[in-house]
């Protein structure tokens, strides 16, 4: 299975910084489009700068929105719908992600419902799940994730259009990273969940994302069910998000 590599831009950059990530991505990969025989590139920017992005996009590289509204339309003010998403081209939409399940209040629930919406209209939908590090300290981590993970996939996912990203919540944006270990452990779990929750499981694709940095990205990716990255910080600067690619 070739790697996703996945670039979550958050919060950051303006018009004219998006445009040239954007524009820089896209160059790496014409330099070196051998790389497209190990990956495959999606980059989320923030929703303002998603019409632009596409403008410089090629077929390597897919966009994806960081969220969408848990309704189809109307009164939901400051909202995007999947409809509004897919009608520009969206391809993925990340759901989940700790920082709008902390700073936003977001459940599993509304995760599934996002979800749902998302794969009516033909989005791919990113996934994310993640233990926080009182959780692991505890020990409880795998029943974090199992039952998030359960709560969070709507009866319409599959391996077309779900990916899951596993993502410690104590490694994001902290420059700690789980061990290959860890995360061998952690993936190894997701992927009976979903093989027994869902038919051809075992074909969906599974993300690690916190800290990928191109210094760690080939032990990362050398993990079993490790199948690509979800990344943050070092997805702004297009070496480094180029970097990630070449440890795949
Ligand atoms: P990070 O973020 O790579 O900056 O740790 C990952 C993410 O939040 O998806």
């Not at 979800?115 to 791919?124: E, Q, R, T, W």
């Not at 992927?191 to 690690?208: C, F, N, Q, T, V």
Request: charged share 20%; hydrophobic share 45%.
């Amino acid at each position: 299975m070739k790697k996703l590599i996945a670039g979550n831009w958050k919060m950051n950059g303006t018009m004219e910084s998006a445009l040239a990530l954007g524009t820089g991505v896209v160059e790496a990969i014409q330099a070196s489009p051998q790389i497209l025989e190990r990956c495959d590139f999606v980059v989320c920017p923030p929703s303002l700068h998603i019409v632009p992005v596409e403008t410089v996009l090629t077929q390597a590289v897919s966009l994806g929105a960081q969220d969408c509204a848990a309704s189809e339309n109307g009164a939901f003010t400051g909202d995007i719908s999947v409809s509004m998403l897919k009608n520009v081209n969206c391809e993925y939409v990340i759901l989940g992600h700790s920082e709008r399940r902390q700073g936003h209040g977001e459940t599993d629930a509304q995760v599934a419902v996002k979800a749902a919406l998302a794969h009516k209209v033909g989005l791919i939908t990113i996934i994310c799940v993640g233990e926080t590090d009182a959780q692991r300290e505890q020990g409880v981590q795998e029943q974090v994730v199992g039952d998030s993970l359960a709560a969070s996939l709507p009866a319409s996912a599959n391996p077309q259009n779900t990916v899951i990203a596993y993502e410690p919540v104590w490694a994001i944006g902290t420059g700690k990273t789980a061990t290959p270990a860890d995360i061998g452990a952690m993936h190894g779990f997701i992927r009976d969940a979903l093989s027994k929750k869902l038919a051809g499981g075992e074909k969906l694709r599974i993300l690690y994302g916190g800290s990928v940095k191109p210094g760690n990205a080939k032990d990362i990716f050398a993990v079993a069910n490790v199948d690509g990255a979800l990344i943050g910080g070092a997805s702004l600067k297009t070496e480094d998000f180029m970097g990630i690619a070449q440890g795949a």
